[in-house]
């Protein structure tokens, strides 16, 4: 039985006081979107709405959040992409373009979320145009398979950083994680470089 608030307000409790929520889509049984849970404060979030097709609802979600003892905010991005390659391409661009006018090269930042993208061809772009690592391609050479949660076997998923040293990262499948989303979770540690 799934709690009725909403599953980025269930997951953040007692543990990451701050949160921000962006809805893509809304049925009669409940609604879709990207959440970022953060344990300091946001400072500001937007949700975009990248969306190509009326049945095929994608968002965007930055935030801005405020590190204690950093001079410079961190700018995290959640993503959902399209299904196609086409749309996948556009929106990585657009969303390169949005990061480089408010996110300057020396910026931290992190992107992460549901790429749809099976042969990394979206996440190249990220990595080359803004300067950033995939945290599982850096230490395996390829991104982590996270589809679908109880037995992952295709690479959807991805965790992208700039300006942080990648200690671990982690998939996490399997129960509970299958009941939580059809994709397993990822999870880095990663330390100011």
Same mark, same amino acid.
């Given at each position: 039985?799934?709690?009725?608030?909403?599953? $980025?307000?269930?997951?953040?409790?007692?543990?990451?006081?701050?949160?921000?929520?962006?809805?893509?889509?809304?049925?009669? $049984?409940?609604?879709?979107?990207?959440?970022?849970?953060?344990?300091?404060?946001?400072?500001?979030?937007?949700?975009?709405?990248?969306?190509?097709?009326?049945?095929?609802?994608?968002?965007?979600?930055? +935030?801005?959040?405020?590190?204690?003892?950093?001079?410079?905010?961190?700018?995290?991005?959640?993503? $959902?992409?399209?299904? +196609?390659?086409?749309?996948?391409?556009?929106?990585?661009?657009?969303?390169?373009? $949005?990061?480089?006018?408010?996110?300057?090269?020396?910026?931290?930042?992190?992107?992460?979320?549901?790429?749809?993208?099976?042969?990394?061809?979206?996440?190249?772009?990220?990595?080359?145009?803004?300067?950033?690592?995939?945290?599982?391609?850096?230490?395996?050479?390829?991104?982590?398979?996270?589809?679908?949660?109880?037995?992952?076997?295709?690479?959807?998923?991805?965790?992208?950083?700039?300006?942080?040293?990648?200690?671990?990262?982690?998939?996490?499948?399997?129960?509970?994680?299958?009941?939580?989303?059809?994709?397993?979770?990822?999870?880095?540690?990663?330390?100011?470089?």
């Amino acid at each position: 039985d799934w709690p009725t608030e909403g599953q $980025h307000d269930f997951l953040a409790e007692g543990v990451w006081p701050d949160t921000a929520y962006g809805g893509n889509a809304i049925y009669d $049984h409940g609604h879709h979107g990207n959440a970022i849970l953060s344990r300091f404060p946001i400072l500001s979030s937007h949700n975009e709405d990248i969306s190509e097709l009326k049945f095929e609802r994608r968002g965007m979600l930055h +935030t801005v959040v405020a590190v204690p003892g950093w001079q410079v905010p961190l700018h995290c991005v959640c993503v $959902h992409l399209g299904l +196609t390659a086409a749309a996948r391409r556009r929106q990585m661009t657009s969303l390169a373009e $949005h990061l480089e006018k408010v996110s300057p090269g020396d910026t931290p930042l992190i992107i992460a979320g549901d790429f749809n993208d099976w042969h990394n061809r979206a996440g190249n772009l990220i990595a080359e145009r803004l300067g950033m690592l995939e945290v599982f391609g850096g230490a395996n050479g390829r991104p982590a398979r996270s589809y679908p949660a109880n037995l992952p076997v295709f690479r959807l998923d991805r965790i992208y950083v700039r300006g942080f040293a990648i200690e671990r990262s982690e998939v996490h499948f399997g129960a509970p994680w299958s009941k939580i989303s059809d994709h397993a979770a990822l999870s880095a540690h990663i330390q100011i470089a």
